[in-house]
C-alpha cells in the first residue's frame, strides 16, 4: 500500500475520516457542521401560539362532542326500550334446540 491518509465519508453521519494508508488508524474525525434548530425565535414563537390554538380548538370540540354524547345515548336508549316494549315478546328459534 501506499503511505499517506485516505479521507472517507461516513454513509451514516456524514462526517469526515482522515485514515491512515498503512495502519488504517482514523487520524481525524471532523463531523458535519449541523444547522441551527431555530432560525428565527420570533417565528417559533409565532409557530407555538398558532399550535396552542389549535391545540385548544381540538380539545373545545373534543369537551363538547363528550357532553352531547350522554345526551344522544339516553336518547338512543329511550328509543331502543320504547321500541322493545312495543314490540312482541317472543322467543328466537334455535334450530339446534328447538327441533328436538
Known amino acids: 500500500m501506499s503511505k499517506g491518509a485516505l479521507e ?5 453521519c456524514r462526517s469526515t475520516l482522515k485514515v491512515d ?23 417559533a414563537v409565532r409557530n407555538l401560539q ?6 385548544e380548538d381540538i380539545f373545545q370540540k373534543s369537551l363538547a362532542d363528550h357532553k ?19 314490540g312482541p315478546t317472543e ?4 334450530p339446534d334446540f328447538d327441533l328436538d
Open 68 to 86: 352531547t354524547r350522554a345526551s344522544t345515548l339516553d336518547k338512543k336508549f329511550d328509543e331502543l326500550f320504547k321500541q322493545a316494549s312495543e
Open 50 to 55: 398558532v399550535d396552542a390554538a389549535r391545540r
Open 21 to 43: 494508508a498503512e495502519t488504517g488508524a482514523v487520524l481525524i474525525h471532523k463531523e458535519p457542521e449541523k444547522p441551527k434548530p431555530i432560525e428565527d425565535i420570533g417565528l
Open 91 to 94: 322467543r328466537p328459534f334455535r
Open 8 to 12: 472517507v465519508q461516513c454513509p451514516c
